[in-house]
């Protein structure tokens, strides 16, 4: 059998999947050769420079991404039983780190007299993008997650004192910041008193 052409096939990274928080991937293989017949596969998580065992062709298989944060690529290699070879790749994000910044309760003011706030996010992320927020005032019972926003607005537990609101922003993969700012609520007028020329009834000067 004279066989001259190589295989075809494609590689697919989890399913397709933009990002990744966890090295471990798994791999969606086809292949088909009208010649010889499909033998054997590999694959290189470094661009070529160091591949797999030769293994006997599936449709599926995993492999461990290099550790680095960032764009990684797979490349696969199939084989026929007449020696010819073929190479496909795939990529995806690897993002392991969590977003980064902060959050301010009415501007990074340290009092207020109302429960009604408005919250300024400043929140970044480097790899996969920001997802979405919650919010917290005790760190436990959380609102719902809500998509990412710069500006939000929130309303504080009543009773006057220092109060802190806990903040979680998630990235795409699932990382989460967690952050939080403290305000002083007073809702109470000051008290006190005026006396004249120390109570006297009357006086003879205007000062």
Known sequence: LLDTVAPVGTVSIN???AATV???VALTLTGSDAGAGLDQ??????NGTTWS???AYATSASVTLVDADGTSTVKYELRDKAGLSSVYSDTILLDRAAPTGTVAISGGAAYTSVTAVTLGLSVTDALSGLSDMRFSVNGTTWSAWQAYSAAASYTLASGDGTKTLYAQVRDLVG???AINDTILLDTAAPTGGIIINNGDATTTSRD
């Open 41 to 46: 596969m590999r694959f290189s998580v470094d």
């Open 22 to 24: 966890s090295r471990s």
């Open 53 to 55: 065992a030769w293994q």
């Open 15 to 17: 399913s397709g999947a």
């Open 175 to 177: 990382n989460v910041l």
